[in-house]
Every structure is written in C-alpha cells, then in structure tokens.
C-alpha cells in the first residue's frame, strides 16, 4: 500500500478486516486477515478518523465535517459542520462502548501559530 500518512486503524472482528485512513492520499483502506485482500476506497476529502456503522458504512471525521459515508456508492450525507470558525479538522475519533463517536480535533496550522484551539467532541451513538 502506498499510503502518504497511514493512520486509524480500525479491526472489524466480524470480517475480520483491518480499516485504516491514508489521511494526505484521501483514501480508505482495507486489509482481510484470512485472504490477504486488500481494497482501497476515493474519499471526497481529507478525513482524521471514522467508526463503523451498525446499518453498514462509516461515520466519517471530514476535514468539513462528521458525516455518514458509504465506499460502495462514494456518496457521503453530512451530519455536522466541525468547528467551522476555526482553522481545524477531525482527528483521532473511536467509539465508546455507548456507541458514541469521541473525536478530538486538530489545529492545521499548530506548528505556526501555536494556538490552543484543538476540542473535545461527542457524536451520541
């Protein structure tokens, strides 16, 4: 895999399949533990985290915002703008075990301004 910045990675016990992000390459990827498949998927934008979906596909962490996204269509329905204000995008993001998505954000220009705008966010489940 040729990923820019592989990161999130995510087991999914009951396909036995490992999900990460190539967050700079825009794309979601796949690995199957038993065949040793591998899939990748186009994302519409830069995304810092997603979790799985009881009914199928992802909640996704946008750059613009949470959103529901399906890789088999490539369609993506927004939940909520992310800090729109703010120069930030989702980051690292997991579900507890009440199925609500945590997620924490990033500041893209930190190394520069060095401000302390990162949050805390909860999607409930």
């Given at each position: 895999?040729?990923?820019?910045l592989?990161?999130?990675?995510l087991?999914?016990?009951?396909?036995k399949?490992?999900?990460?992000?190539?967050?700079n390459?825009?794309?979601?990827?796949s690995?199957?533990?038993?065949?040793?498949?591998?899939?990748?998927?186009?994302?519409?934008?830069?995304?810092?985290?997603?979790?799985?979906?009881?009914?199928?596909?992802?909640?996704?962490?946008?750059?613009?915002?949470?959103?529901?996204?399906?890789?088999?269509?490539?369609?993506?329905?927004?939940?909520?703008?992310?800090?729109?204000?703010l120069?930030?995008?989702p980051?690292?993001?997991?579900?507890?075990r009440?199925?609500?998505?945590?997620?924490?954000?990033?500041?893209k220009?930190?190394?520069?301004?060095?401000?302390?705008?990162?949050?805390?966010?909860?999607?409930k489940?």
């Amino acid at each position: 895999c040729d990923n820019l910045l592989g990161e999130a990675p995510l087991w999914n016990h009951k396909e036995k399949t490992l999900y990460w992000l190539d967050i700079n390459g825009k794309k979601l990827w796949s690995w199957n533990g038993e065949s040793g498949d591998d899939n990748s998927w186009d994302l519409p934008e830069v995304a810092g985290s997603f979790a799985f979906r009881e009914k199928g596909g992802f909640i996704m962490g946008f750059e613009s915002g949470l959103a529901r996204y399906d890789p088999e269509t490539g369609t993506s329905e927004t939940i909520c703008e992310y800090e729109p204000e703010l120069n930030t995008r989702p980051n690292d993001g997991k579900c507890d075990r009440q199925g609500n998505f945590v997620i924490g954000s990033y500041n893209k220009n930190h190394r520069q301004d060095e401000q302390n705008i990162a949050g805390l966010w909860r999607l409930k489940g």
